[in-house]
């Protein structure tokens, strides 16, 4: 990919990162009364990390008002859409071996996923709202984010740099817990894809595709009566 004087810095970094991590909070400290309601609980979590996504991001953007292309926010190509999807996939393969790896030398790890699950699980109106939640708004939230600020700032210092460093940073934003693992490698394929397509939405497909699987399981398990 190209470098372009315009590429965002830490400024855009730092307001964006505060911006989500203080959107996350928010939501998450939830009354008593909601999160003891376990579908309600599931759906505030499964919208907290697009929502706080988009947020952050849009608070970087205008940081310093930045062209959206500074953020890789670009047309991409038919090939490179397919190329999203592929990836998705090796990706997806790639975190569940990482995972069972994690397990068997740390032991098992808090799964934050489980509420996702109850939400799901919670009726057809739950479980569109948990698809769309976790395929659609995380996805784009959380790429323009990650990838589309903090991914394209650090490329400056080399695509080693770009690539691992956002990547940890995107880890560690899930929390210590079994999601670590899986966001690390997510995050090292979806912005490897960005850098080398030179556009944001290769990777948001990346992210969609492994994004996809709980609500996928969620609706085998409602159609085969096994939940």
Not at 14 to 27: E, Q
Not at 157 to 175: D, E, K, R, T
């Amino acid at each position: 990919m190209t470098s372009s004087p315009l590429r965002p810095g830490w400024p855009e970094v730092l307001v964006g990162l505060a911006l989500g991590a203080a959107v996350v909070l928010l939501l998450v400290v939830a009354p008593d009364t909601v999160s003891a309601d376990p579908v309600v609980w599931g759906l505030i979590l499964a919208a907290a990390a697009g929502v706080a996504g988009l947020i952050g991001f849009g608070g970087a953007v205008l940081t310093r008002r930045r062209p959206l292309q500074a953020f890789a926010i670009r047309r991409t190509s038919g090939r490179w859409i397919l190329l999203g999807i592929v990836f998705g996939i090796v990706a997806f393969v790639l975190k569940g071996l990482v995972n069972t790896v994690v397990s068997a030398v740390a032991g098992a790890l808090e799964d934050p996923q489980g509420s996702y699950y109850d939400a799901a699980g919670g009726g057809l109106l739950p479980l569109v709202l948990t698809f769309l939640f976790l395929a659609v708004l995380t996805p784009i939230g959380e790429e323009f984010l990650f990838r589309g600020v903090i991914t394209n700032a650090l490329l400056r210092y080399g695509p080693l740099v770009g690539v691992v460093g956002s990547s940890i940073i995107f880890a560690l934003f899930h929390g210590i817990n079994l999601a670590l693992p899986s966001a690390f490698v997510v995050g090292l394929v979806a912005a490897e894809v960005m850098r080398r397509s030179g556009s944001i939405w290769p990777a948001v497909i990346v992210h969609s595709v492994n994004n996809l699987a709980l609500p996928i399981l969620a609706i085998v398990l409602r159609a085969t009566g096994a939940e």
